[in-house]
């Protein structure tokens, strides 16, 4: 378990992290997101010992990370895969991080098998590709067979395939009981990924929940409806008056449907079987997270633009009669739905950004190869000191040095 209180850093006059409190459960993998700059990395860097907070402390499994006697063992983690002597030898590169760590050799071969990196463990990793850097960034925080395990960004950049690998891999170290947490900008790969999310703004928490919770929470769910009589259906909807009721045209789907938010399935196919209306679909859709997400950091992002104004307007009469400009009325579309009561979204989104990708303005490489160790921090965990080095002039602790 990771515990969070009161966290906070600043650099010079930048607040990166402000009072920020959260735990990170064992059992499941939990989810650090926030806009570019609102402080991940730091946080990430705070608990790793890697970066003293100014005020508060991360504590892991009760202790701060300086205070523990084998820190390769309890916690493992992947900062940036690029920390690795592009001269080393995949194998060479972990034996000298076990040796470091007081770790048995043998372990050296198990996580190289476990991250599927055997065939190429005599490789140079400057050779290597993004993707096999990560896997031997995620080898080196394995290696000391932690209960906690540190990953920042670690699918960044990775083709479908690496990333359905690390998703699978991330779940299944969750499931052997460990703490997992993990930042990603692939918001959609969080959906599928993290059990439980974090999500921060400017260096505050902004939400603390489970996945579906926290979508459930920030956005609202509408039912998807296809018949061949809309025009009917909407007449019959403009009858009702229940709080609440909106609909406008489905903009998701290929040919004309309805999205109606405010009135659940069940109840709008009562109404179109009392009215013996034909449907040809009636699904309930949930928010995505990459909605979620965008409604509570909007005012968090620190580069933004704003979208274009919604199409759809008050009084649209596409689908006949009851759509009146006020009460029941149209949705806005595209975009995420606005929550009741409010009018079309301004929601503000990242310029020139995927839609599922958050912008990752920050440069790979956060710290450049050659800072002092225990600023930076190797992938897969500190290395030789302070953390436990073998004595001076042991070759094998030294990362330039280069072994085959
Ligand atoms: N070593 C540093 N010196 C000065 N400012 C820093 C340093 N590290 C981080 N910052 C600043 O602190 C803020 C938080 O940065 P951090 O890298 O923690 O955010 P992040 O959420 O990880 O961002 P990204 O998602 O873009 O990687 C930013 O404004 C950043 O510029």
Do not use: C
């Not at 990560?134 to 950049?157: C, H, K, M, T, W």
């Not at 779940?171 to 052997?176: E, Y």
């Not at 009669?321 to 806005?332: A, D, F, Q, V």
């Amino acid at each position: 378990m990771i515990e969070a209180s009161g966290l906070t850093k600043t650099y010079g006059r930048t607040t990166a992290v402000s009072d920020l409190s959260f735990t990170v459960r064992s059992g499941m993998v939990t989810g650090f997101l926030g806009p570019n700059g609102s402080g991940k990395s730091t946080t990430m860097r705070m608990m790793l010992g890697l970066d003293n907070p100014d005020r508060g402390r991360a504590l892991i499994d009760g202790q701060r990370y300086i205070d523990l006697k084998h820190p390769l063992r309890k916690v493992g983690s992947l900062l940036d895969a690029n920390w690795v002597h592009p001269n080393r030898t995949a194998a060479a590169h972990l034996r000298w991080m076990a040796r470091a760590n007081g770790i048995s050799r043998r372990r050296v071969g198990e996580v190289l098998e476990t991250v599927g990196l055997t065939a190429v463990a005599g490789k140079s990793a400057g050779k290597f590709s993004l993707g096999m850097k990560q896997r031997l960034g995620i080898a080196s925080a394995l290696l000391g067979d932690p209960e906690v395990l540190l990953f920042d960004e670690p699918v960044n950049g990775l083709d479908p395939e690496g990333i359905h690998w690390i998703r699978t891999f991330m779940k299944g170290l969750a499931a052997q009981g460990r703490t997992v947490l993990v930042s990603s900008h692939l918001l959609s790969e969080m959906a599928l990924t993290a059990d439980h999310l974090v999500v921060i703004g400017r260096g505050r928490l902004i939400a603390d929940a489970s996945t579906k919770e926290f979508i459930a929470r920030s956005t609202e769910s509408s039912v998807r409806v296809r018949s061949p009589q809309l025009g009917r259906l909407t007449e019959a909807l403009g009858e009702l008056s229940v709080p609440g009721l909106r609909w406008g045209p489905d903009t998701g789907t290929e040919g004309e449907a309805l999205s109606v938010v405010g009135l659940n399935a069940d109840k709008i196919g009562d109404l179109a079987a009392d009215k013996r209306i034909t449907l040809h679909e009636l699904s309930p859709q949930t928010g995505s997270l990459e909605e979620a997400f965008i409604q509570l950091t909007s005012q968090a992002v620190e580069y933004n633009a704003r979208e274009p104004m919604p199409m759809s307007q008050p009084g649209d009469t596409r689908w006949g009669p009851g759509n009146p400009p006020s009460g029941p009325g149209p949705l806005p579309a595209p975009g995420p739905l606005p929550a009741a009561g409010q009018g079309a979204p301004t929601q503000q989104v990242p310029q020139g950004q995927p839609a599922q990708q958050f912008p990752h303005g920050q440069p790979a490489q956060q710290f450049p190869q050659g800072q002092p160790a225990q600023q930076g921090g190797w992938a897969g965990g500190p290395p030789a000191q302070p953390y436990g080095a073998p004595p001076p002039g042991d070759s094998s602790t030294d990362p330039t040095t280069q072994e085959r």
